[in-house]
């Protein structure tokens, strides 16, 4: 079975770094893209980046650039995302979510979501 | 930036009905436009990709079509578990997400 496998709950405080991970299970890691995406309380989703874990290539979105980092370590099968310096803003379910390719090849749409982690920022 | 405007934003229909929901773009997407369905404290579940295919495992009862800038889900003999947040995505430049249709029991 496919799985992308997250943390339930961080707790932080603003100001303070977070790295969370997504465990991958069940296909060859290396042959697709890892997507993240967000969800901040009772809103809509919002795409992050993703990242390829064979050359942990990585396509950031123009919104989030810059405000936290994608990374990959192929040998444990895990993506990651990552901040630097949390702010209450950042409160949101995050997502990590395998892409398919589409009809030209190209990595697409998320076909497998891991079940999200609930990141808490709160002083 | 591609932006999707879902209409309507709320949906409200019987077990049983035809759900019909919208997917704009800004710009054209040719085809490379998906559907998820949100349940609440669940992830998304891909629907629908490339407009109108469906991935193994998914009802008949969902279908997709458009192409271009307009797009449609539509839910033919809406089940109990049919009512929850629908979202559009596209990928013809990056991706970005629609915010959402949510289907309500009447």
């Known amino acids: 079975e496919v799985q992308l496998v997250q943390a339930g709950v961080e707790v932080k405080k603003p100001g303070e770094s977070l790295k969370i991970s997504c465990q991958a299970s069940?296909?060859?890691?290396?042959?697709?893209?890892i997507g993240w995406v967000r969800q901040m309380p009772g809103k809509g989703l919002e795409w992050m980046g993703n990242i390829y874990p064979d050359d942990s290539e990585t396509r950031n979105s123009p919104s989030f650039h810059g405000q936290v980092t994608i990374s990959a370590d192929k040998s444990i099968r895990t993506a990651y995302l990552q901040w630097s310096t949390l702010k209450a803003s950042d409160t949101a379910v995050y997502y990590c979510a395998r892409l398919i390719y589409g009809a030209l090849g190209n990595p697409d749409y998320f076909d497998v979501w891991g079940q999200g982690t609930l990141v808490i920022v709160s002083s | 930036e591609i932006v999707l405007t879902q209409s309507p934003a709320t949906l409200v229909l019987s077990p049983g009905e035809r759900a019909t929901l919208s997917c704009r773009a800004s710009e054209s997407v040719s085809k490379y436009l998906a559907w998820y369905q949100q349940k609440p404290g669940q992830a998304p579940r891909l629907l629908i990709y490339?407009?109108?295919t469906r991935p193994t495992g998914i009802p008949a009862r969902f279908s997709g079509s458009g192409s271009g800038t307009d797009f449609t889900l539509t839910i033919s003999n809406l089940e109990p578990e049919d009512f929850a947040v629908y979202f559009c995505q596209q990928r013809a430049n990056l991706w970005t997400f629609g915010q959402g249709t949510k289907v309500e029991i009447k």
């Open positions: 490339d407009a109108s």
């Open positions: 069940g296909y060859s890691f290396t042959e697709y893209w």
